[in-house]
């Protein structure tokens, strides 16, 4: 046996060059002559506007050229959007669609503060944005639709004057009899819980690069994002290019979290300006515009109802669900239908009613964050089974022993279709042992002791509970093409473009084990349209199933060439021919081992004779994946509340979690400490807070607070391995896993250790003065 | 994020400094630091013409103990200062670790952060507890301004615009006095949604000489003098604390923001001060002869 590198920790091999500020950001592309440009985004909510006078800012200082709406109208499409319900799905419920049209510079109309109104082009940014300032636009205020639930009544203004009121996207859905189960249940336990607006904040925002070559008619464009194949066919639509003549880069990208997988103004304005200059352009946002103008995303209501009978079995649930997406709708079903898909997660539940409303409300416009609808719904869910469990006195973590799944229980068909449109069947995982596994390793039933003792002190610690199912990996494909060189190394080329999270090591590990070769032979690309025709993206947890898959496929094609052209070689029947280490050899013959350079360069024509076989070492592969995945975790977190101040303080944090066949524990627990982070500022810190105008009132990293390295408590992980019966390396995506459990998870615990004062959590973030507010109230009470 | 135009000056000789303060007036800031300046120059909040930059001065970059008080320069940065007071200033020490992050304090100075004068900030609340001063320089001359003449309301001092803070006095702790430092902030690191620094003596198993000053509750920090009042002279009981620091907690006038209520902040005052004077009486016992 060769070595085997597929379930292995191997070090990252692209974290060389980040640790030692190598990387390279489309903030690093520098090219002779290049201009910088800036926006002028609305100050309103939502406001007309009638004409900009442009005259002031084009004549100042470094000026190139200033664009609005009326300079570029034959240029702009609307931009894309995604999210039609998929056939199976479109058949099974009645969606209410109401499509929105945005175009990458507003015609005459801001539906929120942040939308680009002009572009300016100039020698530096700095005097871009000078020139930014001097435009002079008349602008005509609108009323400002902000609250959500306020927003989806008929009586509220509305953003789009034709539509009968604000919600973009609404249906209803059942499944068994809700009715007849709450009818006949002991208990009803009805909460409403309001999820807040907040989203990942990347380190590196976004930034667009573009050049276009007369020479040949090809326009290049770096692009921090995480889908630039999307970027290249939204391009080649706008521009009317076929795609060969569009090259997108996604080059080192600092962090995606699903906001860069959305499609942008930016991403077709930037590189219209190259094309009109005919000089290349860069544009890098700013934090400021980051804030205000790249998606957020969150921001939910949900009013629940759990049936259940006295001993704590849940028998139906009723939920109420609106979700804020701002002033457009770019995703249709996509959040508001995983919102459904994932509201009963592990629970043994068969009767299930929802009402789910998506509606526009003047505010930034929305779009999946890692999780997309998951940590809203878990919140909801595992915060109402919490008050549950308190009502009828059960402990938390057994009301969870009675309702979960067990791995007898699987696979477990929900009876509806999935988002893609096929049934929505867990195919594999153990809910309960999950469980029990997250409660061991945090100590849980000694905690109980340890915390009456401390309460007798004064000091109040908590500890939480929440588990959620995700369907990861949605498909239908990503490209992948694997090709050697003359001396047997190896380029893999995928779709599946990174942001960090160690694509250069994953599917390196799944080629060098296919190809039978050594690790570094390995080199791997993602993000350059170039290098790959065809592709999708990284999002929804989808990369180490799709492209993974794909790496296999196609690398496991190239070995079959390898094992032909040696069969000739070595004359021997190639199913007597084995691959390690880089070596080709006769089964049981280690003296007949050649190197592969070997077998490529007999390959290859000389003087003397033809070679032994085609010289072709490359394949290509768009493995297809019809339906999701099925991962699965419980976390466990301990905390201290000070009930004097209102500060949390988190201990401990245990995650037990089921990912399928783990390619690479390092990374995995990477990827899960991630998540966990951004869950722990979803829970306490965390939130996008606009006023009653919808003007932004966190619009800088002052005020919008992301914990640091200080607010992440010791994570422990615990790997359970249920493999996917769905793909040939048994794969379960993991990305955003992490992220979707601790708001629940800690919400949970501060409710733990502030039971003598039945504090109920309602809305997150819980920070000091949200909770000094709560623990006030019932201490008067 | 880029700021509006300004000139932009590097003198290294005070005489030119100051004529540069006094030719510009209120048109021109100086640079320090930067770690204040500098974002609300890139969110075009402070639009100065003119900016001076003083890090290349001679002469301002020491820390010096004299008999009752040290002097420090202004261009000491916090980390510094810092460092310097784990030895022989614990008190500084413990508020200067609120100060931001490392890599802030790496930068920031200790004359900046009182120029600057943010309500919520860890050294203004530290000067007017020590009962502090700085020496303000201008052609005129040199004057200094005690702590509580130097802050007048949120970011706002009584330094004119061609006066230059040169070095920022810290009165030394009595012998056997002891001190709380304590804040609550959103992170580690982050401003403070309230804080209070306390500092007492015990005299014949009373309280002698206590000074409280509370911070992140008001326009400026905020001394509690009537609370002082009743503390001299009481025995050092918790009763005696939390009467003074409901007395303190209840003449606040805090305002709500984003990160906590104006209700919120005056509970969390009032808690703060009874820890903080906790410490310091815990300390001043162990420090007693
Ligand atoms: C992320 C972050 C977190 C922070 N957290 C905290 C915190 O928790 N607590 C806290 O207190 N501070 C915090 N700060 C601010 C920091 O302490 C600053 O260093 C300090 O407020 C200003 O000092 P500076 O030397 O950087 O001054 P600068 O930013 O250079 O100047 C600040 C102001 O003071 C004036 N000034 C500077 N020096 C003089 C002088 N010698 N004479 C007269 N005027 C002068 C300037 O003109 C300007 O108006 C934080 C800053 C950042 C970026």
């Known amino acids: ?781 | 994020m880029k700021p509006a135009p300004f000139a932009y000056h590097a003198p290294r000789a005070l005489d030119e400094t100051l004529g540069l303060l006094a030719r510009h007036g209120d048109e021109a800031k100086i640079l320090a630091g930067g770690q204040s300046l500098v974002p609300l120059l890139n969110f075009r909040l402070a639009r100065p013409a003119v900016v001076v930059d003083i890090n290349r001065m001679s002469g301002l970059g020491e820390i010096r103990e004299e008999d009752r008080q040290i002097a420090v320069g202004a261009l000491v940065r916090q980390r510094r200062l810092e460092v310097w007071a784990q030895q022989g200033f614990p008190l500084l020490a413990d508020a200067l670790r609120y100060v931001g992050h490392h890599a802030i304090r790496t930068r920031g100075t200790v004359a900046g952060s009182l120029a600057h004068a943010d309500p919520a900030a860890e050294l203004p609340a530290l000067l007017v507890c020590l009962e502090g001063s700085v020496v303000a320089r201008s052609p005129a001359g040199h004057r200094e301004v005690r702590a509580r003449e130097l802050f007048v309301s949120h970011l706002t001092t009584s330094l004119r615009p061609d006066e230059l803070i040169t070095e920022v006095r810290l009165p030394r702790l009595h012998t056997g006095a002891g001190w709380g430092f304590l804040e609550v902030a959103r992170r580690h690191g982050d401003f403070a949604l309230v804080g209070a620094a306390a500092v007492v003596s015990l005299a014949d198993g009373r309280i002698a000489e206590p000074r409280v000053a509370l911070f992140g509750c008001g326009a400026t920090p905020v001394r509690a003098s009537r609370a002082e009042a009743i503390l001299a002279g009481q025995p050092p009981t918790p009763e005696a604390v939390v009467a003074a620091a409901r007395d303190a907690a209840g003449a606040l006038a805090p305002e709500s923001d984003l990160h906590a209520t104006a209700e919120y902040r005056r509970r969390v005052a009032q808690t703060l001060m009874v820890r903080a004077l906790g410490l310091a009486i815990g300390r001043a016992r162990g420090n007693g002869p």
């Open chain 1, 1 to 781: 046996m060769g070595a085997r590198y597929v379930g292995a920790a191997v070090a990252r091999v692209e974290d060389p060059r980040y640790l030692r500020g190598e990387a390279r950001y489309v903030d690093d592309i520098k090219l002779p002559g290049l201009l910088h440009a800036a926006f002028l985004r609305s100050p309103h909510a939502h406001a007309r506007f009638r004409g900009v006078d442009t005259a002031r800012a084009a004549a100042m200082p470094g000026v190139v050229r200033v664009f609005t709406f009326a300079d570029l109208e034959p240029f702009l499409k609307p931009l894309p959007v995604f999210g039609a319900p998929p056939p199976g799905l479109a058949e099974r419920i009645r969606f209410t669609i109401r499509p929105t049209v945005q175009y990458a510079l507003g015609p005459g109309i801001a539906r929120y503060a942040g939308e680009i109104v002009a572009m300016v082009v100039a020698d530096s940014r700095a005097r871009a944005e000078d020139a930014a300032e001097a435009l002079e636009v008349e602008w005509e205020p609108l009323p400002a639709v902000v609250e959500m639930v306020a927003a989806a009544r008929p009586e509220s203004p509305r953003l789009y004057p034709d539509w009968p009121d604000n919600v973009a996207v609404g249906f209803t859905h059942a499944i068994g009899d809700a009715d007849a189960a709450f009818g006949a249940a002991d208990v009803v336990l009805e909460e409403r819980f309001r999820i807040q607006r907040y989203v990942g904040m990347p380190i590196e925002p976004r930034g667009v690069v573009a050049a276009f070559d007369r020479r040949d008619g090809t326009l290049t464009t770096w692009n921090s994002t995480q889908v630039p194949h999307f970027v290249q066919q939204g391009l080649a639509t706008a521009l009317g290019l076929p795609p060969g003549r569009i090259r997108v880069v996604a080059p080192d990208v600092g962090g995606g979290f699903g906001t860069k997988a959305a499609g942008y103004p930016e991403d077709a304005l930037i590189p219209i300006a190259a094309l009109a200059l005919g000089r290349p352009v860069k544009w890098s946002e700013d934090r400021r515009e980051h804030m205000m103008a790249a998606a957020h995303a969150r921001h939910q209501v949900h009013e629940i109802a759990l049936a259940a009978r006295r001993d704590g079995v849940i028998l139906a649930v009723r939920d109420h669900i609106w979700l804020d997406l701002g002033a457009y709708s770019g995703w249709g079903i996509v959040l508001p239908y995983n919102t459904v898909a994932h509201l009963l997660g592990p629970y043994r539940i068969r009767n299930l009613q929802v009402e789910v409303a998506a509606v526009v409300t003047n505010k930034t416009p929305s779009a999946p964050y890692r999780g997309a609808g998951r940590p809203e719904t878990v919140f909801a869910m595992d915060r109402a089974v919490d008050c549950l469990a308190r009502r009828i006195g059960l402990d938390p973590a057994e009301i969870r022993r009675r309702n979960y799944l067990g791995a007898d229980e699987l696979p477990w068909d929900l009876g509806m279709p999935y988002r893609d449109g096929n049934p929505l069947v867990y195919d594999s995982g153990d809910f309960r042992s999950a469980l029990e596994a997250a409660l061991a390793a945090a100590g849980y039933a000694e905690f109980r002791g340890a915390q009456k003792r401390l309460r007798e002190r004064g000091i109040y610690q908590g500890i939480g509970i929440s588990g959620y199912v995700e369907g990861t990996g949605i498909g239908p494909f990503e490209g992948a093409t694997v090709r050697l060189d003359l001396a047997g190394r190896v380029s893999v080329a995928t779709g599946a473009a990174s942001a960090g999270q160690g694509h250069e090591t994953t599917f390196a590990q799944v080629a060098a084990d296919a190809l039978g070769v050594p690790l570094d032979w390995v080199t791997v690309v993602g993000g350059d349209t170039a290098a790959v025709a065809f592709g999708v993206g990284t999002f929804a947890s989808r990369s180490a199933v799709n492209a993974g898959s794909s790496v296999h496929e196609a690398a496991t094609a190239v070995r079959a060439k390898l094992v032909r052209a040696a069969a000739r070689l070595l004359e021997a029947a190639p199913e007597d021919l084995t691959i390690e280490d880089g070596r080709v050899s006769v089964r049981g013959a280690p003296g007949s081992a050649v190197a592969l350079a070997q077998v490529i360069q007999a390959s290859l024509p000389t003087f003397a004779r033809a070679g032994v076989a085609a010289p072709d070492f490359e394949a290509t592969a768009c493995h297809h994946v019809p339906t999701v995945t099925w991962a699965s975790a419980v976390h466990v977190v301990r905390l201290q509340v000070d009930p004097e101040t209102g500060v949390v303080t988190l201990l401990r944090y245990v995650v037990a979690h089921d990912c399928g066949k783990v390619i690479n524990p390092r990374i995995v627990d990477g990827q899960v400490h991630g998540g966990v982070a951004q869950g722990i500022g979803g829970a306490l810190y965390e939130e996008l807070v606009y006023d009653e105008h919808g003007q932004l009132l966190t619009g800088s990293l002052m005020d919008y607070l992301v914990p640091t390295a200080m607010e992440v408590p010791p994570i422990e992980t615990v790997h359970l391995e249920y493999p996917s019966p769905r793909n040939p390396l048994g794969v379960k995506g993991l990305g955003e896993g992490g992220a979707i459990s601790p708001p629940a998870a800690i919400a949970n615990a501060i409710e733990d250790a502030l039971e003598p004062w039945g504090v109920r959590v309602t809305e997150t973030p819980v920070s000091p003065a949200r909770l000094l507010a709560l623990i006030g109230s019932r201490r008067t009470a």
